[in-house]
Each structure stands twice: as structure tokens, then as C-alpha cells.
């Protein structure tokens, strides 16, 4: 198994930045790809920005592009996402997943909130 655990979310004006962190725990070798996505009120779950876990590509939702980058520090199994100029909409709990070699089961976090006032 792999336990994902987000963080850095907060309370930022717009137009400001912040950087989430997703700390992957267990059986990281076993992990193909990772991903963000966020969940704003009332809305459904939309898919942000992932990459493979070899990084040979990475991909971007386009309310992500320009604004938002997604990277990752090997050596402590964290992926970041950060996220520039944010906007009111942006307001979301954001989460990241992982998808795992041999497994159809997709492991989330817990997620971590974010909230950018006008």
C-alpha cells in the first residue's frame, strides 16, 4: 500500500501563491504516476496536473496551465504542486493520488484546503 498525506494549503489573497506538498509513505516503488486534483464546493473532482512517477511526461488540466506546476523531490518521495496568481475559483480542497503498478485501486490523501479571498 501507499498512504499520501497533502499539505501547505491555507488562506492566501488573490493573486498570491502557495505550494502543496504530497508526502508519499509504504510501497512508493510501486508507484506509476501521481496526480492532483481539487474539489470546490458543489462541484465535482477535476483533475489538475500529474506526471509519471520516472518522469518521462507530465501533463496539465488547462485551468492549470501557466499558473500552476506540479514537481517532485525523489529523495523524499514528496510531490509539490504550485500554484501561482491564484483566483477566487481556485478555492478547493486539493488532493493527490497515486496509481500503482499491477493495481486497478487508485490511493488519495486526505486533502488540504485551500481558500483564496477577494
Known amino acids: 500500500q501507499v498512504q499520501l498525506v497533502e499539505s501547505g494549503g491555507g488562506l492566501v489573497q488573490e493573486g498570491g501563491s502557495l505550494r502543496l506538498s504530497c508526502a508519499a509513505t509504504?510501497?512508493?516503488?510501486?508507484?506509476?504516476?501521481m496526480d492532483w486534483y481539487r474539489q470546490a464546493p458543489g462541484k465535482e473532482r477535476e483533475f489538475l496536473a500529474g506526471f509519471s512517477w520516472s518522469g518521462d511526461w507530465a501533463k496539465y488540466a488547462d485551468a492549470a496551465k501557466g499558473r500552476f506546476t506540479i514537481s517532485r523531490d525523489s529523495a523524499v518521495n514528496t510531490v509539490y504542486l504550485q500554484m501561482d496568481d491564484l483566483k477566487p475559483e481556485d478555492t478547493a480542497i486539493y488532493y493527490c493520488k497515486a496509481a500503482i503498478v499491477g493495481s486497478t485501486t487508485d490511493y488519495w490523501g486526505q486533502g488540504t484546503q485551500v481558500t483564496v479571498s477577494s
Open positions: 509504504g510501497r512508493t516503488f510501486r508507484i506509476l504516476s
